[in-house]
């Protein structure tokens, strides 16, 4: 991708939709787990998929805004820890896939594996470590809960982003013209 401000009006208009979207899917597009306060989210594949177009900074305020809305709308306040951890997701994701062309119609199996390694990195940190482990120091949670919710979630995000991520990015790059296959005819 070309060098852009941080905050070209794309992007801002980018984070705006993806955090509606990540507030839409987050209410409608959750299937209970099973364990308490923990879904499957298909949210994270959408958040992956903007940190992979936008970059780690768009990434980032999608996962904190998104969540912080969807939680302070459907649950009547924000369980920050898990904010934090959102927010986590999309930075992380955009650092890691910085240089894939996507814009530019690449996206073959090298960038779809160098894609879900990112992922997997950024859920794991976020799920298995940064969220339990807010949710021990900010609300006084059972570390056994806590690391059950987030090993659950953690492992469901990457299930998701693998599955549906995947293929929200193959699909979008199959519509991207890429550099330098267009000919001129003599």
């Known amino acids: 991708m070309a060098k852009q401000k941080v905050l070209s009006i794309k992007t801002i208009v980018a984070i705006g939709i993806g955090s509606a979207l990540f507030v839409i899917l987050g209410r409608f597009g959750s299937i209970p787990s099973g364990i308490p306060n923990t879904n499957i989210e298909t949210t994270y594949a959408l958040l992956a998929l903007f940190a992979l177009l936008y970059g780690p900074f768009a990434g980032l305020l999608i ?9 302070a709308i459907f649950y009547g306040s924000p369980w920050f820890s898990w904010v934090i951890a959102s927010g986590i997701v999309g930075l992380v994701v955009g650092l890691l896939v910085a240089r894939i062309g996507i814009h530019d119609g690449e996206f073959g199996r090298k960038e779809l594996i160098r894609f879900n390694l990112a992922q997997i990195v950024a859920n794991a940190i976020a799920w298995f470590l940064v969220a339990p482990v807010l949710d021990i120091l900010i609300y006084a949670e059972p570390a056994n809960k806590v690391f059950t919710q987030g090993l659950i979630a953690g492992a469901s995000n990457i299930v998701t982003v693998a599955v549906i991520g995947s293929l929200l990015a193959i699909a979008y790059a199959k519509t991207r013209t890429k550099q330098g296959s267009l000919t001129r005819e003599a």
């Open 63 to 71: 996962g904190l805004i998104g969540h912080t809305l969807k939680d």
